[in-house]
């Protein structure tokens, strides 16, 4: 990996949870061009099957093995799975972890954390020394193939985005601009607090609103 220009580098990217958010990012970094190992789902042939999908450089791997040679991990998982993820895992200590993952509670209808910390902060303090960023989170799995197959359109929809550690954001801002949306840096991992609870208004508007999950976010800057 490239220190000059990380947005062109390929990156070895470990997958934690292979599911709706991991499988969809997984396969798009992939066909980026970066090299991914799927891993965390609760069977093998599944994390087989995406690997050979993803027709990149991509295959399957248990949580350790996706871990241990990576630059970046995603974490995409329940939050009541995250000590089981993390433990498989192992060290993640300089990696750039990009959190998707929500504190939801078991049911998936409240956050279990919020006001005073967010769930990306929690991550954060179970791994101090890795690059933690909260990024993807705040759309849904159903918009992310949309986005990327319209990659090369103006008006790409935005992705707000948050850590502590300058580096690891810049990483992730290539990343997501290779998903096919336009970063929009909110600040630091504190800022979560927020971006979390916003994603629960884009669950509502995909989920429980009319028009179907296929949604995005555009901010738009007016004046000078
Ligand atoms: N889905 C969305 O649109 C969305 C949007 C924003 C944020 N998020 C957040 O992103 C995170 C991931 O969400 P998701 O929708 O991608 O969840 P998901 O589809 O349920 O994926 C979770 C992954 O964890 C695996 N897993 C669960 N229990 C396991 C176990 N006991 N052993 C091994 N693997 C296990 C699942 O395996 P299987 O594949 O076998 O089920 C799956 O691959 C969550 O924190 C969620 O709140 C989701």
Redesign the pocket.
Known sequence: MSEASPWESTMRIGIL???????KLGTIFARAGHEVVFS????EK?LEKLARDAKGKARSGTPGEAAQNADAVLL????L?FD?VLKEAGNLSGKLVVT???P?NED?TELVVADTSSGAEELAKRIPKARVVAA???????VLFGVYEAKRKANRPSLVYCGDDRRGKDLAAGLIRDVGFDPVDAGLLRIARFTEPF?MLV?QLAYERTGG?ELAYRFERFGK
């Open positions: 949870g292979s599911g709706l958010m991991g499988g965390y789902a609760r069977s599944k995409a998982v329940h939050w799975r089981e998707c993952s929500m939801m998936n993807f989170g705040t759309v849904p799995s159903e994603t669950a999950p």
